[in-house]
């Protein structure tokens, strides 16, 4: 691997530390009990690391996001880990009768529920759904949702599953339980390399990434698992970048997958 790649993920992770560094000091300051709540300190760094840098990520993956998005999502969409509500811009209001965020991070939930209303989603008229609980509280995502069941038609997972909890078990689950016969997922993820020598250093590095952007993986096989729920009508993995090009440690991947009827 270059030697550029192995260091290539410096720049944010220092825009990460840079933003969280002083709010949390403050917040340990304030509340020296943090120090021993790992889960609730993770939470609150990734409050401050990804409103500085999520706008960062969208924009470079702005196109690709829109040509898998805008064109497919449909019907009840639930999307998983949806932090600031990135996502919603890309949504065919004229297609997407109900929008779902499954986000944990309640600190993102005002500014989630913002971008949701500015977008024509509300509580109010029955087109928003934000849950605070997470990915594999399969069955509280469920009795939230109206029958008959499965009630989803498009799943969406944005750089999420690199970091919820038992991800084969979660996906495979969310998939058979709630997404309907016909429906698709729509998937924008970094996954673990083929390549030894790239996945080698994505091990490396995932403790000290994951610090910084809560418990996130950077060597997760996510292509793999998502093929492997089977009962597939159609779908596939695209990579992103030019044939030729060296890989690099974030290794991005686009899918679309169609239940079966």
Excluded at 110 to 132: H, Q
Excluded at 216 to 241: F, M, Q, Y
Aim: glycine content about 8%; proline content about 7%; overall charge neutral.
């Amino acid at each position: 691997m270059r030697i550029a790649g192995i260091f290539g993920l410096f720049p944010m992770m220092g825009l990460g530390i840079r933003a969280a560094f002083w709010p949390i000091i403050l917040a340990v300051w304030h509340a020296p009990s943090l120090l021993s709540r790992s889960k609730v300190l993770s939470t609150l760094v990734m409050t401050h690391v990804w409103r500085a840098c999520g706008s960062w990520v969208d924009e470079r993956s702005r196109d690709t996001k829109k040509a898998l998005i805008t064109p497919h999502a449909h019907g009840i969409v639930l999307e998983i880990g949806p932090s600031y509500g990135l996502t919603i811009k890309y949504l065919d209001h004229s297609r997407v009768t109900k929008y779902v965020a499954v986000e944990p991070n309640v600190l993102m939930h005002p500014e989630l529920r913002r971008v949701a209303s500015a977008a024509g989603y509300s509580e109010d008229a029955g087109t928003l759904l934000i849950l605070s609980c997470g990915a594999e509280d399969i069955s509280d995502i469920l009795s939230s949702l109206p029958a008959p069941h499965p009630p989803i038609d498009t799943l969406i997972s944005i750089l999420s599953l690199c970091s919820i909890p038992a991800p084969q078990l979660t996906t495979s689950t969310l998939i058979t339980e709630a997404l309907k016969p016909g429906g698709q997922v729509l998937l924008f993820e970094h996954i673990r390399s083929d390549m030894e020598d790239v996945a080698w250093w994505q091990r490396f590095w995932t403790p000290m990434w994951g610090l910084l952007f809560d418990g996130c993986e950077l060597n997760r096989p996510t292509h793999r698992w998502i093929k492997d729920v089977g009962g597939w009508a159609e779908g596939k993995w695209s990579i992103l970048g030019k044939e030729g090009e060296p890989e690099e440690l974030m290794n991005f991947r686009v899918g679309r997958f169609v239940k079966a009827g």
